[in-house]
């Protein structure tokens, strides 16, 4: 069955220092990634997705992931944190046939400091 | 596109009363789904639709919950009789190959 783990439930970096979110997933068959956040009462916004090709991929607000399948993850990262970045970020997996549904971490929290 | 709309967007109710959320997909989207969100179970997943027919609604919680979809552009989640432990935010999401996109939310409380 798909589950995802996201270790970190809060994370608190300063202003303008780089930020690694953890992501770990698992999946028989070739995962469909994704990393959304969610601003104080707000839904999720898809911050970006993998399905296939290049592992890395370049997200919308300054944001990167990586998919690394030797190691069934796929970590969020930004190199300069801002303050308004602060928010809750979830990892999520979809299947790659079949099903449409998206399996959701507990996600992560993460504050900004100035 | 305005978005995945949902309403109300914050709803409080009595135990044992009926409440309806209400969700417009993103047109043109083929799958919609229902979430829940509380503090201890984080998001669960309620009930999805593929072109409007219900594919899997196995974690609906009870059968006091039920979820319709008469047509592309509209879906309620119902709760009948309401009890205090469903309070929650509760999100419709539409998706398009895969990618979904979420609403707003609909804050329940039940006192």
């Known amino acids: 069955a798909q589950s995802v783990t996201q270790p970190d439930i809060h994370i608190t970096v300063s202003e303008g220092a780089s930020l690694e979110l953890r992501c770990n997933y698992s999946?028989?068959?070739?995962?469909?990634l994704f990393w959304y956040v969610q601003s104080p009462g707000q839904g999720l916004q898809l911050l970006l997705k993998?399905?296939?090709?290049?592992?890395l991929v370049q997200g919308i607000k300054g944001f990167e992931a990586e998919f690394k399948r030797s190691q069934s993850s796929f970590n969020l990262r930004k190199p300069s944190v801002h303050w308004s970045d602060a928010a809750e970020y979830f990892c999520?997996?979809?299947?790659?046939?079949?099903?449409?549904?998206?399996?959701f971490g507990t996600g992560t929290r993460l504050t900004v400091i100035p | 596109d305005a978005g995945v709309i949902q309403s109300p967007r914050h709803e409080v109710t009595e135990m044992g009363q009926e409440v309806t959320l209400r969700c417009k997909p993103i047109?043109?989207?083929?799958?919609l789904f229902w979430y829940r969100q509380t503090m201890m179970r984080g998001l669960e997943l309620l009930i999805y639709?593929?072109?409007?027919?219900?594919?899997?609604d196995s974690g609906m919680p009870e059968d006091r919950f039920s979820a319709k979809m008469p047509n592309a552009s509209f879906s309620t989640l119902k709760i009948q009789p309401s009890e205090p432990r469903d309070s929650a935010v509760y999100f419709c999401?539409?998706?398009?190959?895969?990618?979904?996109?979420f609403g707003q939310g609909t804050r329940l409380t039940v006192v």
């Open positions: 999401a539409s998706s398009l190959d895969r990618k979904a996109f």
């Open positions: 999946y028989g068959a070739t995962p469909y």
């Open positions: 993998y399905f296939s090709g290049d592992t």
């Open positions: 999520a997996v979809g299947e790659e046939t079949g099903a449409n549904n998206l399996f």
């Open positions: 047109s043109g989207h083929n799958s």
């Open positions: 639709f593929n072109n409007n027919v219900p594919i899997d």
